[in-house]
């Protein structure tokens, strides 16, 4: 059995080796910190979490909106087209997906919201 | 106050006993001392009751609302409707162990109470199994996320639940999805007894056969409650987003799918012992594993989970059980050696089983190096991520293989596949090409549409002609065919789920491949057209609810009204929560999403027009109604070895 076996095993196991190599090489991306972006040059889309600071502007009914990200040490500001997670609003972390323009803006395709585990910023502790 | 020290003592009690019986029955089961195993067995049943306790106290404090509680302060508050303050008790870290403890206890008792008929030892090892899985969670509980730990002043009002999960799918969904996780534990438990007491027949199998099904009906039942609950209620127009939250649900329910059908050729053919032992292994770890990154927080994710102390302990259960799996496997190679040697051919039910199982496995390794990736790059460098086209590139091709499968392996007899097959496949061979041909008619040239869907109309074309055949066979009465169908209901059944699961695939076809979106904003009396649905917004409004307010959007489609709105929950510092509004249309549903409002009435929106969702639910449901008629009343007679092809009138 093992022998018989071995060989188709063995055709499906290439298989799945190489739709993981070739499927993770197109589509993977880096996933930084705002600091981490400053510091490595990247080509291709990227996700960079950062903490929204209080320069919200929104226009277009609230389907384009721009501000800063920012971490401890760095920030850049973010240009989003399209509907705006529901918890969106200064301090909360965001994650977003896009690609650092020539101008220095951060252009977002997508923008995920890191749900905070609890909803209060002032949950009860001793 | 008493609550909490009462709760907090059940809980310990509850850990005593399962340590006892974990340790008893271990002893007893080696010892062969029948007295002492039934009391070990005994032990387990109390240290479950205990646990009932403990859920009904921690219910009786969350309905109550005795914020002396930690968790009940955290959880809900005086405005949460009543239903979901009894939800509650699942909608947190501790509530959600608690909940998943007594399950395990529950069905782990269950599982002991026949058990006897094993013989000694298994049955013991089966009871000290689960009483070290339980103890563990207990200890859990006690130590670090205690669900009766108490606040030095009660407050007056608790933080109440997350918005999000204010919906009528918290009611349903966590605790299906936590029954389902838990239940892995019982094959789990029963797989390594077997091993350790060295009995690697199939008595493990079918003593476990009624549970691995209700595992997996679980599973899949929780898998689509949270498709239709993201769907429902996240407004991004999907139900499947590749998170490693849905990952590790997805895994074991794949692992077990392959079980389910590789324990087949052991209990017909006597073969893949050590693979089926694999399988159940595989599936219990990956629900540890799957426990470990969501409440670690270790690996990026969209959903809310609390991050908390729990990720270490989970991490040492995951290693502490994959190295005793993996010795036991390895201590009894010896016993897997096949009673007879004659191989598995290649075109034959078996085969088809075998085939599947890789093809499945290959699906769980394309998920977890998905899944893991940010940990594994984050150790050499930056930490990179894949998304949805990562798992629709290197998961889409395995996936339309297995559905090739669903078509061709039912139709394929047990041993060795002859010319009759190739008749038989003449009629899933025909819908295909008449699918294909329409599908071409009509202008689609997406090439995976082209071959993932004739073969989902093939798949479910094969399993129709079962059904037809079994209605053809002479004498042509009812009466003959329900006999036939309920004589072997485990085939029917199987062949229902089987059925189930093209209508599913053929929804999750058309509505990926042929989703529409659009951004649109409107002024009052504007119209936008998407797909050939065209909607008329009419103003939007707002309106005062019990925990919330809402302003909401009047759009029409034909007579229907859609309502989009999004609500504003004062109580939590303003926080808001979009209501997406879905009609549904018998070929698609349009989905409209409030994006916001303009100071002139204006209005945006997102709309989506998803083709046949509603087959993805329908067909879910036709998969969990074959489950269930299939091994409803008696227990069906076990499916008799196959060893030869003899005619019947040669005495074997």
Redesign the interface.
Known sequence: ?I???GI??AI??A??GY??Y???G???????TVS?LRS?STSGFV?V?GVVQNDVQ?T????HVTFTEKDTTASMPVDYK???P??FRPGITV?AEGKLGADGVFHARTL??????????T??T? | MTLGYLGAGTLLAGLALGGFSALLSFWAGWKENEVFVRVGRRAFYAATAMTALAAVLLEVGLLTHDFALAYVAAHTDLATPIALVAAGFYGGQEGSLLYWTLILGVLGSASLLASARLGTRLSAYAAGVLATILGFFLLVLTLVAGPFDLLPVAPPDGLGLNPVLRDGGMLIHPPVVLAGFASFAIPFSFAAAALLAGRVDAAWISHTRRFVLLAWSLQTTGLLLGMWWAYHVLGWGGYWGWDPVENVALMPWLATTAYLHSSQVQERRGRLKAWNFGLVILAFLLVIFGTFVVRSGIVPSVHTFAVSAIGPWFLAFLFASLVFSAALLIFRTDQFTSTHSAAIPTVSREGAFVLQNLLLIGVVVVVLWGTVLPLASGMVGLQRVVGAPYYERAAGPLLVALIALLAVGPLLPWRRAGRPVLRALRWPAGAAVLALGVMLAVGVRSIPALIALPLGAAAATTTVTEYGRALLRKPHTWQRLGQLVAGKRRRYGAYLAHLGLAVVVVGIGASHFWQQERDVTLAPGGQATVAGYTLTYEGSSQRRLSDHTELFAAMKLGDRTLEPSRAIYAGLGGQALTHVAITTTPVADVYVVLAGTGADGSASFHVFVNPLVTWIWAGGAIIILGVVLGNAGARAAAPELVRRREPATVPV
């Open positions: 059995m022998v018989r076996w188709p095993a499906v196991a298989c799945v739709l993981i070739s499927a993770s197109g589509s993977s991306e880096y996933y930084l981490e490595h996700r979490a929104k277009d009914g609230g389907l399209g509907t705006l529901d918890i994650v995920l919201a890191k749900c905070p585990s609890r909803f209060s910023t949950p009860y001793q």
